[in-house]
């Protein structure tokens, strides 16, 4: 799968042999499901072993940045972050998909381990299932394979330089 925009990939050693996190959501769960299940597809179909997968479920893209930190914190290499928030009448969607996009961020930049996002914040249930929807690039296969790749770059760029 190549997502719009984006070269081939090929998997890199360090991206085989990493270990993934794979947070989801309860909250819209028909939508989450899919891109869950094409996220660990995407790892697998690369070589990554599924015993390096490590698959938590959280009630919503609220808590999202805790269970990031907390896999993190126990091994994990890069955590690929799945949710749908479809908005509503309320401004409660504004508060939702904020507050994970910065918690995801900060845990990410506080780890100096990738977070990756994929969480869909849309404005309509339709919206959601399109960009889930495998056969239009769906957003986990993308965000999985962002997250090998990642890896691979995060690997190669530590090999290189020093940091003091």
């Not at 270990?19 to 309860?26: A, E, H, R, V």
């Not at 994970?100 to 990738?114: I, R, Y």
Request: charged share 25%; aromatic share 4%; glycine share 6%.
């Amino acid at each position: 799968m190549t997502p719009k925009g984006k070269k081939e990939f090929k998997a890199s050693n360090t991206s085989i042999n990493a270990k993934y996190g794979l947070l989801s959501t309860q909250w819209n769960k028909f939508v989450v499901d899919v891109m869950l299940e094409s996220a660990e597809k995407e790892l697998t179909s690369q070589g990554v072993e599924p015993n390096n997968i490590v698959r938590i479920e959280v009630p919503g893209a609220y808590e999202l940045p805790l269970a990031a930190k907390r896999m993190l914190e126990n091994d994990i290499d890069a955590v690929i972050a799945l949710g749908a928030v479809i908005k509503g009448e309320t401004p409660h969607f504004d508060f939702v998909s904020s507050s994970c996009a910065n918690g995801l961020t900060s845990v990410s930049l506080e780890a100096n381990k990738p977070v990756l996002f994929g969480v869909l914040t849309t404005e309509t249930e339709e919206q959601a299932i399109q960009r889930a929807d495998p056969k239009e690039g769906n957003k986990g296969a993308e965000v999985a394979q962002s997250a090998m790749e990642d890896r691979k770059s995060t690997r190669l760029n530590s090999s290189h330089s020093e940091i003091s």
